[in-house]
């Protein structure tokens, strides 16, 4: 899909880390865009630096959504972009020294990473069907999720996580295959580690024995990286319904 100045592109998780990066990048190429995001200061500093829209928006609540939504038909359009990237990593074991994992913690990270990314999508599409198709590649919209080679290589201590990233990946295809008669695809990333907030805030055991199996380049990847993919998944129509890793080859060990 061809994206230009009256293309208009929601990015959750907008304020830091990768959602920043997809917002720059799509910034950058003329879309308007509206960051949906929790993290007031980050979000707001990033909507200055590209002229964005900064919405306050909790992924988990309908209301929430709902109004920032609304807010961006009025202010700028309906969508034909949404990438969802607002996550939490949340680490425990199930059992772990303290005994079984509390049952609000699991929830918790369920809840923003993929309850969260299925209540924007379902208040997004019903508004995206509305829109006419592009001239070129005849799509209404493509949504972009985000997964995590989590949901196939989980490490000890990631069950939550694992299982909020297995539920991304799994709504992928037949989502992509619900909307297929209105020309909206929906595709997941599953990247690697990526140098963001989320990742620098981990400990140094964490983040070394993440490393260790990235096979080349043998570094974390930058999210400019990861951003560029993203425009290549807009422009490509025959990217859809498919987790698609983006990792250097990594594959995460058991700890
Ligand atoms: N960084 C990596 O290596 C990596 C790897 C695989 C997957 N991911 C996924 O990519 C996404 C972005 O991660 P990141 O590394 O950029 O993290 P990050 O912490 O830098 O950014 C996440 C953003 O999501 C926002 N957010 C959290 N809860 C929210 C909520 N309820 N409503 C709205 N916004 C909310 C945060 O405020 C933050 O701005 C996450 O879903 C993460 O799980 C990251």
Redesign the pocket.
């Known amino acids: 899909m061809h994206i230009d100045k009256n293309t208009v592109a929601i990015v959750?998780?907008g304020?830091?880390?990768?959602?920043e990066a997809v917002a720059r990048a799509l910034s950058a190429q003329g879309v308007k865009v509206a960051i949906?995001?929790?993290?007031l200061d980050?979000m707001q500093k990033v909507a200055k630096d590209i002229n964005a829209l900064a919405v306050k928006?909790?992924?988990?609540s309908e209301q929430s959504v709902k109004s920032a939504i609304d807010e961006v038909k009025n202010k700028l359009g309906i969508p034909r972009i949404c990438a969802n990237?607002?996550?939490?990593?949340g680490g425990g074991k199930i059992v772990g020294r303290n005994g079984p994992m509390a049952l609000e913690e699991f929830t918790k990270v369920v809840n923003?990473?993929l309850v969260?990314t299925f209540n924007v999508m379902r208040l997004v599409m019903a508004e995206m069907m509305t829109l006419e198709p592009t001239l070129d590649t005849k799509e209404r919209g493509v949504i972009i999720n985000?997964s995590?080679?989590?949901a196939y290589e989980g490490q000890i201590g990631q069950v939550a996580y694992s299982a909020s990233?297995g539920g991304v990946a799994g709504m992928t295809l037949p989502l992509a295959r619900e909307m297929a008669p209105y020309g909206i695809r929906v595709v997941a990333l599953a990247?690697?580690?990526?140098e963001?907030?989320?990742?620098k805030a981990a400990s140094d055991k964490v983040r070394d024995g993440m490393l260790s199996s990235a096979v080349f380049p043998h570094r974390f990847g930058e999210p400019n990286e990861l951003a560029s993919f993203v425009l290549h998944i807009i422009d490509n129509p025959m990217l859809n319904g498919s987790v698609l890793r983006i990792d250097g080859g990594m594959r995460m060990p058991p700890k």
Do not use: E, Q, W, Y
């Not at 990237?85 to 990593?89: M, N, P, S, T, V």
């Open positions: 959750t998780g304020g830091s880390g990768l959602g949906f995001d929790i993290n980050g928006c909790d992924v988990t990237f607002a996550g939490i990593l923003i990473n969260g985000t995590s080679i989590c990233k990247p690697g580690t990526f963001t907030p989320m990742i």
